[in-house]
Structures are given as C-alpha cells and as structure tokens.
C-alpha cells in the first residue's frame, strides 16, 4: 500500500478501495494527533472499533503503525495506543532562497532525519531539477533509508507559484516553469511544489510562534520580502496562490531599480540588498565606521550579518543603517496592519536576528503610521525558528497531500497513479488538525487546537 500508492489510488474493487481509503485516513489522524487509541479511531472514522483494530493491526503488519502502550482510562481497561512508525516513511524536503537552495530529510514525526545539505542552485539555473536530484540522492545514501521509503519530494522556490499546477511562472524560460512535472519525471515521486514564503509560513504556524493564531503574517527578512498569510484559520494564497508580493509593494516614486523592473518597491528599501546598499555607500563616503577601517577597497565583501555584527558592537553607523531599515519596512508592514488587523507578525530570515536594532525603529513606524486600536492587537515578533520554518512547512505540507483523501487523474508528467488534489481540495482548503510537534520545538511553543483548514 505505501509509499507508492499514497501518492495515487491503483485499481481496486470497491471493497477493497473502501478498505484503502480508511487504511489512508488512520494513516492521517495518527499524522496529526501523534497518537491514538482504536476507539478514538472508530469514532473519528465512524467505523466500529472491531473494523478499527483490524485495520490497525493490517498497519501494524505492513510496518506503518506501532503500539504506543496504554492510554488513560475514561472507565474500565485503559485503551491500546497506536502511532506511525518513525522508520516508516521519509519525505525529501528543499527550501529554496533567491541564490542557494537547503536539503533535509524528514520522518513521519516531523523531525529532520539527516544533515542539511546546501546547494548551489536558484530558480533559473538551467541545471535545477538535476541538481536537486544529485543532492536528494547524496542526502538518502548517506543517511542509509532504502530509496522506496522516500514517500515523495516537497519544494518551496521564490516565484510566482501556482502550487496546484506546479509551475513557477517567474522563472525566466517558459519550458523550465512548469518545475513539478520536471521535478516528477527525475525523481519518480510524488512532487509539491509552492511559494517559499507561504511553506514557511505554514512552519510557523504549525510549529513556532504562530501557532494557534487565527490571523498571522510570517514574512521572510532576506533578499526579498517574503509574506505568507494566515487569515481566518487558513493558509491564504489568493485566487491564483500569488498572494503575499509585499516585497513589491511600491513606496518612493523615485527610488531604486528594482528586480522586477519597477522603482521604489519595498524591497529596495528594506531587504538585505537595501542594507549592504546602504552600507557599501557609506564605506565609500568614508564614514567613520568598523565597516569602513575593515572593508574600505573591498565592499563587495560585507555581507549583512557583518552589518549586524558590528551594531552589536556599539557601531552607530551600523547601527543607523539598520534603524533606517527598519523605519521603511515598518512602514510597509503598518499597511498590512491598517488592512488586514493579524494578531501576530513573525519576522524570520536573516536580517531578523538584528533583533532590537530593526524591531525599535518598526515599532516606531508603526506607531506614526497605524490606528492606535488597530495596532494594539498586533505583537511583532521574531522567529526562534532558525529559519528551518520552510523546510518543516515544506516536509509537513507534503505528507498532508500523502495522506489525504482524494482520487484524479495524474498530471502530465508524473509517474502513473500518481497524482494531486483538484483545485477545490488545494492545500488551502483541505481539512487538517494541529500536527504532532518535533521534540526540538516543544519547548518553544504552547501545544493547542486550532483549526486551520489546509
């Protein structure tokens, strides 16, 4: 039955495809809920608890669940406890950036199994989908998992993202665009692809400092300005899943060249090419500054964490252009706030860790900029994610799709029997549960129900 078949329904008798699909639904509630008793399950799939445990032990047998020992009485014997192997099933999840890409490997209890491996690649570089692959592959030879647990591959890339075709249309050649069919042909695997900023946005969410939250803005501090919405319990991505542009939002009718071809956008204002901007001019103006006396004739060498490096050392000139930053980019944010009124605002990405140096001058953005009863319900805080937020979103989103509950015709491109959801059973829209935590973010979240529809 697993992994391939998780990815599509084969030929069955109706009988036997009943059987599957509840097979399929334990698989998923053991996903969300970490674990559970066989009442639990009955009750939850309406079936009785004679047809839960046969089912169970049938899972139990093909090495996908296992005894979790007894749960807490409510009355009589306490009940058997079951949960998801962790050696079962494996997904290969890659979060892309602007200008590098990050590889892991996760199990079926949302914890990175194997070593974060980088590659030198981005989304126009016409060698992508093989580069990935020889990656993915070094990744699954050294962590020792046979290849047929790989259950499936999840990528998140900057871009224009249609997550339910799976095409990228910012990459520049149009033959390269349609990047989950590319991608399903190397690998021979279920593929996911979606915008950067909405996977990480879903981490956050599920695992940091968004969780729980019914209106939540995750934007990723880098490069570019990445923003993934959470808006009344759900995963937002608009119409056609371009939701989220904040990074070109226009501010300055005179500014700077943008990389969309427009001026003045916020990300020529307050991304980290804004700061070494910012920084570089001041070197060559012979600003008294660390920056000055260490990168004067070699500016192309400072990188913005050497910026945030030297504010933390007392340097005001460092530190003043990370206030000026932060002033434009509070001034971004205040319009989402003025329209959208989040609960939370979680500032991830790089530029992030300058920590007090961007979060005062942003708070006294948005004073100056925002209703005072609109901007006294919203916390702006920074992820302790240490920006793994995308890979987990990526990783916990695929194994949604994996278990989930639907039945269409494979999209050119795929292995056969394998396909996605239609469009009214997007990410977006499926039916989900809070997901079972990896032990290395418990700590840093309070576990409680919500009900995000994915």
Partial sequence: MIPAALAGEPKMTVNELKKYRLKKKILRLLYEEGSCSGPELGKQLGISLPTALILVNDLIGEKLVVPRGAGVSTGGRKPSMYGLSGDSLYVIACDMGRYSAKMALFNVHNQRVSALRSVDTHIDDPELVEKLYRA???????????????????????????????????????????????????????????????????????FGKARGCRNALIVNWSWGLGLGMILNGRLYGGTTGFAGELSHIRMADDGELCICG???????????????????????????????????????????????????LGDEFSISVLSETGLAFGKGLSYLIQLLNPEVIVLGGPVSKANQFVLTPIQQALNRYCLEHILGNTTVVTSDMDEDSGLLGTASMLYQFLFCDFQTAAPQGLPEGMSLPPPSETPYNLPGAPLAVPEEHKEAISYMNTDIQL
């Fill in 136 to 206: 993915a592959e070094a990744l699954v030879a050294e962590t020792g998992i046979p290849a047929e647990k790989i259950a499936g591959v999840g990528v998140d890339m900057p871009g224009l993202v249609d997550a339910h075709q799976g095409i990228n249309f910012t990459i520049k050649d149009q033959a390269r665009q349609p990047v989950r069919d590319l991608l399903g042909r190397r690998f021979q695997k279920l593929v996911y692809v979606d915008n950067d900023a909405r996977m990480q946005a879903f981490g956050e969410y599920t």
């Fill in 262 to 312: 427009k001026r003045g956008c916020l990300e020529t204002l307050a991304s980290s090419n804004a700061i070494l901007r910012l920084a570089r001019k001041g070197i060559a103006e012979g600003r008294i500054s660390q920056l000055t006396r260490q990168f004067a004739g070699r500016p192309g060498e400072l990188t913005v964490e050497q910026v945030i490096a030297a504010a933390r």
